[in-house]
């Protein structure tokens, strides 16, 4: 009885892992010409994008700052591990920084998407997120262009690019 009910779970188990992967490949990805769509969504007035890279610049400083300390966390513990009698405490010293650490980061990137999602609603920053997501489409600022007006201004381009990589 318990070899066929071991042999019913592993079967269910791989079943259900072959549904994740085919669910996983039926989804198209992310690929320029939707990320135009999106952008073209959007449709930024400049103000809008001055309030965007506002809700950014807020607190750049203190989000860089926690991600150091994460660095800096992760840096100690790799030294802490490596000790021929690592000392338990210690580690969960550091391990508790880092984590208060990421929970600090974690809530001012909170508090941004909230407050963008107060600025552009529910659709548009919806919109503003796939394209943060599929960034990695656009390695540079110059990359840009085929995704806004062509008269942009390559300034405006790279102020475009910071936020994003600031939203990632």
Do not use: H
Not at 42 to 68: G, P
Not at 150 to 166: C, I, N
């Amino acid at each position: 009885m318990t070899r066929k009910f071991l042999a019913l779970l592993v079967l269910l188990a791989g079943l259900g892992q072959s549904i994740l992967v085919a669910q996983a490949k039926a989804a198209p990805p992310y690929d320029v010409a939707e990320a135009r769509r999106d952008y073209l969504s959007l449709d930024l007035k400049d103000t809008e994008f001055q309030a965007i890279k506002a809700i950014v610049d807020k607190d750049a400083k203190e989000l860089e700052r926690q991600r150091a300390t994460i660095r800096e966390c992760q840096a100690r513990l790799a030294k802490l591990m490596i000790a021929e009698k690592p000392d338990l405490g210690e580690i969960g010293t550091v391990v508790r920084q880092s984590l208060d650490a990421e929970y600090a980061q974690r809530m001012i990137q909170i508090s941004r998407n909230l407050e963008l999602r107060a600025l552009l609603g529910d659709e548009r920053w919806a919109a503003l997120y796939r394209i943060v997501k599929g960034l990695q489409l656009f390695p540079k600022a110059e990359d840009l262009q085929g995704l806004v007006a062509r008269e942009t201004d390559p300034a405006g381009l790279k102020a475009l690019y910071q936020v994003l990589k600031a939203l990632r």
